[in-house]
């Protein structure tokens, strides 16, 4: 059985992601395994690199800190499953840098999927989860898939009081966000592997508008006529994609809307076809990713309402 990973940190913001990963794991066929990592305090040192004070008098309350993460992994764990109906979740805690060591050990476990939560703050939360998105997307060979709790819970201290129950968020169709690019493009095949013939797939290209110069100068006519050439172009992309995803069985249309944010557009049609997942690549190169599909994806997940899954582009795609 595929198990999806649950990144937590011991909020009720964090959990947020609880609800989604219940659907992921019906829609899978797959096993949660709630996942926190421990990261001990570092000492404070001298310029020589010795140390200025005793660490070992840390130890009681890095023991205290870690034996409660343990517990709340155990607690939540029974709690979802008392919400399912399921046996108790695997808990596992880690120890380390949070970034790495949650990358490492998707790894290890061969993990279908990571989830996480983020503020989507401002360029990068300042939460534990949120602070650590931005570098696992850059590390992680998994698709990852990053949830934003509703306006209204963005500040850690105004999250809401966690819930007796949680409520499976079902997953039925999902936006494929694509650009016309083959690096765009790479999100099909792990979407597919990840989710079969079990969703219903939009395909959606977002149609650069014609210079505002063109509208100055051109005919109704000739504007009219290029901008439907603009979107044919569009289309017969959108097309291919379509058709093959078509011959895998699974069941698909596609959408296109003309904006001059791509961002704004999947957002703008995750929202008019009711879609319940937004699936998009990036390439998550450098701090924030400063190629085009970094760029949007980015936005996209400070904004969207719907889980934003990504799937990391291979290095040099283009």
Same mark, same amino acid.
């Given at each position: ?145 990053? =949830? ?142 400063? =190629? ?27």
């Amino acid at each position: 059985m595929r198990t999806i990973l649950v990144a937590l940190d011991g909020s009720p913001f964090a959990e947020a992601a609880i609800p989604v990963a219940l659907g992921m794991a019906k829609c899978l066929q797959a096993q949660i395994e709630l996942v926190t990592v421990h990261q001990p305090p570092a000492g404070v040192r001298a310029i020589s690199g010795a140390s200025v004070h005793d660490l070992s008098l840390d130890r009681s309350g890095n023991d205290e800190l870690r034996a409660a993460l343990q517990q709340y992994l155990e607690h939540t764990g029974t709690r979802i499953a008392h919400s399912s109906e399921a046996p108790p979740v695997p808990v596992t805690l880690l120890d380390g840098d949070p970034a790495d060591r949650l990358c490492e050990y998707a790894a290890e476990r061969s993990a279908a999927l990571l989830i996480v939560t983020t503020h989507g703050r401002g360029g990068v939360s300042r939460v534990w989860l949120g602070s650590v998105t931005d570098t696992v997307l850059r590390e992680i060979s998994i698709p990852l898939l990053v =949830v934003r709790p509703p306006e209204g819970t963005s500040d850690i201290t105004a999250a809401p009081t966690a819930p007796a129950h949680f409520t499976a968020q079902p997953i039925r169709k999902v936006l494929v966000a694509l650009d016309g690019t083959s690096a765009g493009n790479a999100v099909v095949d792990p979407l597919h592997v990840l989710f079969g013939n079990s969703v219903q797939y939009v395909v959606f290209g977002a149609v650069p508008p014609l210079h505002p110069m063109w509208r100055a100068i051109a005919s109704q006519e000739e504007y009219d006529r290029d901008l439907m050439t603009q979107e044919a172009m569009v289309a017969g992309y959108l097309r291919a994609t379509e058709s093959e995803l078509s011959d895998r069985g699974a069941q698909v249309s596609r959408c296109a809307l003309v904006d001059i944010d791509p961002a704004r557009a999947i957002l703008s049609s995750a929202a008019t076809n009711g879609v319940d997942l937004v699936a998009m690549a990036t390439h998550a190169r450098g701090l924030m990713g400063r =190629v085009m599909l970094g760029s949007i994806s980015d936005k996209v997940l400070r904004t969207a309402d719907t889980p934003v899954l990504l799937c990391r582009t291979a290095p040099g795609a283009l």
